[in-house]
């Protein structure tokens, strides 16, 4: 797992993050902010691509099948709250893409979970 490209993007987006909570910025402030964090994660989608292509069969396939279970869960989830959120049964407040965004890689943790268990 290539820890530098994650560290970077994981930091920057903390770093946005902090930055929209704690300043009162302007608008084009606002989008710059937002922005902070494209660069490092195509960073980390390179160099994790690059990490993918050297992995024996065995190492590639958990990692299909970690997308496989995670890809699903997470079109289950947005339609979901998507749905519920339409029924007026939830808040957009508590449930938005700032709020949920971290499940998706938490699926794909656990199908690699998942996975291994199965070839183990």
Same mark, same amino acid.
């Given at each position: 797992? !290539? ?12 770093? &946005? #993050?902090?930055? *929209? ?8 402030? *606002? ?5 902070? !964090?494209? &660069?490092? %994660? ?16 065995? *190492?590639?396939?958990?990692? #299909? ?6 890809? !699903?869960?997470?079109?289950? #989830? ?23 965004? %971290?499940?998706? !890689? ?15």
């Amino acid at each position: 797992m !290539p820890l530098v490209p994650t560290a970077l993007w994981v930091g920057s987006y903390l770093i &946005a #993050l902090l930055l *929209q909570k704690y300043l009162v910025l302007s608008t084009g402030m *606002q989008v710059a902010v937002a922005l902070i !964090p494209i &660069a490092p %994660f195509g960073f980390f989608v390179f160099r994790f691509t690059a990490h993918l292509r050297n992995l024996d069969e065995l *190492q590639r396939r958990v990692h #299909l099948e970690a997308l496989a279970f995670a890809f !699903p869960l997470t079109i289950l #989830l947005l339609m979901t709250l998507g749905l519920m959120e339409r029924g007026h049964l939830l808040s957009s407040k508590h449930w938005s893409y700032g709020d949920v965004w %971290f499940y998706l !890689p938490l699926f794909y943790l656990i199908g690699i979970v998942i996975s291994w268990r199965r070839y183990r």
